[in-house]
């Protein structure tokens, strides 16, 4: 099973990112604060962090630039989570070391989609599934090449 944090000042927005990272199949601990969260990051190790853009590093700039310090902190998939679309936002999120981002109020259908993205992309689950390119010779006498995504499916 595949764990997450969220990490949120908000209890409402923690309730609610907690409530849809179950019904996709998550293990889900929560932080209000960046120095839990970075204390739980260590002692969990988890496969998704939501972090919302309004917690700060202990010592300033954003916490996902702090966690992408971290041991093994390049490795995680990273979710910014804003209440603020602006491209200012987003840009700095990402440039921060952000894998994607969401935008509150939560969707379910939305959240599905950027975790498959992120499947596909190696970013959550990528010890288990990889994109390789394989041939297809479902056809008689016809060769094909196409990429597929072969592991176990979650």
Same mark, same amino acid.
């Given at each position: 099973?595949?764990? $997450?944090?969220v990490?949120?000042?908000?209890?409402?927005?923690?309730?609610?990112a907690?409530?849809l990272?179950?019904? /996709?199949?998550?293990? &889900?601990a929560?932080?209000? *604060?960046?120095e839990?969260?970075?204390?739980l990051?260590?002692?969990?190790? @988890?496969?998704?962090?939501?972090? +919302?853009?309004? /917690?700060?590093?202990?010592?300033?700039?954003?916490?996902?630039e702090?966690?992408?310090?971290?041991?093994?902190?390049? !490795?995680?998939?990273?979710?910014?989570?804003?209440? +603020?679309?602006a491209?200012?936002? &987003?840009?700095r $999120?990402?440039?921060?070391? $952000? +894998? +994607?981002?969401l &935008?509150? @109020?939560?969707?379910?259908a939305?959240?599905?989609?950027?975790?498959?993205q992120?499947?596909?992309?190696?970013?959550?689950?990528?010890?288990?599934?990889?994109?390789?390119? &394989?041939?297809?010779?479902?056809?008689? !006498?016809?060769?094909?090449?196409?990429?597929?995504?072969? *592991?176990?499916?979650?």
């Amino acid at each position: 099973m595949n764990t $997450a944090l969220v990490a949120d000042p908000s209890p409402a927005a923690r309730r609610a990112a907690s409530h849809l990272l179950e019904r /996709l199949g998550f293990r &889900v601990a929560c932080a209000s *604060g960046s120095e839990e969260a970075l204390a739980l990051i260590a002692g969990t190790m @988890p496969d998704l962090l939501l972090v +919302d853009g309004r /917690l700060e590093a202990p010592n300033g700039g954003l916490l996902a630039e702090a966690i992408r310090r971290l041991p093994g902190g390049p !490795g995680f998939c990273l979710f910014h989570v804003t209440g +603020d679309a602006a491209p200012a936002s &987003v840009r700095r $999120a990402m440039e921060a070391g $952000a +894998d +994607d981002y969401l &935008v509150k @109020p939560f969707d379910e259908a939305l959240l599905g989609f950027k975790l498959a993205q992120a499947r596909t992309r190696g970013r959550l689950d990528g010890r288990r599934s990889h994109l390789r390119l &394989v041939q297809d010779n479902s056809a008689a !006498g016809a060769t094909a090449w196409r990429f597929g995504l072969f *592991g176990k499916a979650v």
